[in-house]
T-cell receptor, first 118, second 114 residues
């Protein structure tokens, strides 16, 4: 149980276009979802935290107008990179928490999305 | 605020040898501690976690870790590694009673050689 999927797994887009990445919890309801960014050979940096039905909370230094997050249901969160530029190329990973006491503080990670902006 | 230091960026070992991956943390409040493994181009998989209770935690794939509060450490160990253990390992913390946000260390690349 506790499977998180991401789509697409890999995307290439042209500079100036927007791309949407989906994160789904397949077999549980995710009260909270997190979006991370990982540069090559580096750690995960938290970009934002999203709760279903409310606005996402962005970490310091993350442009909320550039990285739009929508958590429309308890099983789906989307990250839209608007007007993408080559420096936005990265590995984006989402995670979700179940919210029940038994799994408190355990995040389940998606497989990641490799974004390349040309 | 919390921070995590993984002292070794790369650890090469031979197959069937023991391994220890070191993790130290800094926090002004009590924390929960985690170890995750990441295989190339994949997301993270939880190896083990310390929430409370026994300070020796056993996880999947034969890994274990010991929480040492006085030394603020949570080192990961395995008595005998396999080629398939080659991966990136991340230590992470979150604050007890706070949000569920995780703070990650920079990772340790474990390479198991035949």
């Amino acid at each position: 149980g506790a499977v998180v999927s991401q789509h697409p797994s890999r995307v290439i887009c042209k500079s100036g276009t927007s791309v949407k990445i989906e994160c789904r919890s397949l077999d549980f309801q995710a009260t909270t979802m997190f979006w991370y960014r990982q540069f090559p050979k580096q750690s995960l940096m938290l970009m934002a935290t999203s709760n279903e039905g409310s606005k996402a909370t962005y970490e310091q230094g993350v442009e909320k107008d550039k990285f739009l997050i929508n958590h429309a249901s308890l099983t789906l969160s989307t990250l839209t990179v608007t007007s993408a530029h080559p420096e936005d190329s990265s590995f984006y990973i989402c995670s979700a928490t179940q919210g029940d006491r038994g799994s408190l503080y355990e995040q389940y990670f998606g497989p990641g999305t490799r974004l390349t902006v040309t | 605020a919390q921070s995590v230091t993984q002292l070794d960026s790369q650890v090469p070992v031979f197959e069937e040898a023991p391994v220890e991956l070191r993790c130290n943390y800094s926090s002004s409040v009590s924390v929960y501690l985690f170890w995750y493994v990441q295989y190339p181009n994949q997301g993270l998989q939880l190896l083990l976690k310390y929430l409370s209770g026994s300070t020796l935690v056993k996880g999947i794939n034969g890994f274990e870790a010991e929480f040492n509060k006085s030394q603020t450490s949570f080192h990961l160990r395995k008595p005998s590694v396999h080629i398939s253990d080659t991966a990136e390992y991340f230590c992470a913390v979150s604050s007890q009673g706070g949000s569920e946000k995780l703070v990650f260390g920079k990772g340790t690349k474990l390479t198991v050689n035949p």
